[in-house]
């Protein structure tokens, strides 16, 4: 796959309430490398994608009295919500995705289902080798809270393993990132099938332990902010990670909240594709392409000048 690679972050997240088939498909027709969903456990141990185990914000759980009784707390989190860990996939089924950011378009809001894992795999099977892209689209599934799900009985690392041998992966292999934010889920995924492509992902420059990460991951997906000094130079850690053998994939890349220092979508992408990253996460993979596009169109330009 020709780099760097567009990982549509959530879906096309821009445009259609996140992590639903409907958001993943729209990502594939704009030309996204790699769709990527984010997963959580439901009560009866299915994966599903959401960006949170809290329901709230992304579905219209409030607005099904049938779940009233369902709202509590639970540690770590700050409030009253629901929780996929107390539905089952068959009640999961039953609500409905909603864009979570009020500054986009909702008319989407209350239409679409929340996919399963296994659908999400038969989506990217289904994908397959497309005119546009001419290798197989890519999934990027990232284990929410593996170290939580564990605590209360559910295994991610089995949980994954299992969807994976559902969707054939192991014997027609499409291309796959598993990342995390947490390194021991990655651990034990790399000792148990050390032929999964794993990506640490780091939030912070406290966390920034390169050369541990190393041992197990093919890569890391850092936020943005940490591959940039305030003078607008590589703090290093792209070249590091290359020279340790692993990728870099930033994230999060936003048309509708560009940093100040950038006035287009396509001048961030730019800066950032010429600081040397792999990869990057966007919730408007459209724009990600147009400027992957255009620098390979100047790229071509000057071999020929
Ligand atoms: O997974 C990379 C990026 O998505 C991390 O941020 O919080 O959107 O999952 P988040
Ligand atoms: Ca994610």
């Not at 909603?98 to 809001?109: G, L, V």
């Not at 005119?131 to 593996?146: F, I």
């Not at 492509?197 to 936020?223: S, T």
Request: proline residues 6%.
């Amino acid at each position: 796959m020709q780099k760097p690679i567009i990982i549509a972050h959530r879906g096309a997240s821009g445009y259609l309430p996140e992590h639903t088939l409907e958001a993943y498909q729209l990502a594939i027709d704009l030309g996204a490398d790699f769709i990527e969903p984010d997963m959580v456990f439901t009560k009866d141990g299915h994966l599903i994608a959401r960006h949170d185990h809290y329901l709230s914000t992304s579905t219209n759980v409030a607005d099904h009295p049938e779940f009233a009784d369902r709202r509590t707390t639970r540690p770590g989190y700050d409030g009253e919500d629901w929780f996929s860990e107390d539905f089952t996939l068959a009640e999961i089924k039953t609500l409905r995705a909603k864009q979570t950011m009020p500054q986009r378009n909702h008319e989407a809001d209350g239409k679409f289902e929340i996919p399963t894992m296994e659908e999400v795999f038969k989506l990217t099977r289904a994908n397959g080798i497309s005119a546009s892209r001419k290798v197989p689209l890519g999934v990027y599934p990232e284990t929410k809270l593996p170290g939580y799900f564990k605590s209360i009985g559910l295994d991610y690392k089995a949980a994954l393993i299992s969807e994976l041998e559902k969707a054939e992966w192991w014997t027609d292999p499409f291309p796959i990132f598993v990342q995390s934010f947490e390194a021991d889920i990655l651990i034990s995924l790399k000792q148990l099938k050390p032929e999964l492509p794993l990506i640490m992902l780091i939030e912070r420059k406290q966390d920034l332990q390169l050369e541990k990460y190393a041992q197990f991951a093919d890569g890391i997906g850092p936020f943005k902010g940490l591959l940039v000094t305030k003078g607008g130079k590589s703090t290093g850690i792209i070249e590091q990670a290359h020279a340790l053998g692993m990728e870099v994939h930033p994230w999060t890349f936003r048309s509708d909240q560009l940093p100040q220092e950038f006035n287009s979508p396509q001048a961030e992408y730019d800066f950032f594709f010429e600081l040397g990253v792999d990869g990057v996460f966007s919730d408007f993979c459209n724009d990600a392409r147009a400027a992957k596009l255009a620098r390979f169109a100047r790229n071509q330009i000057k071999t020929r000048e």
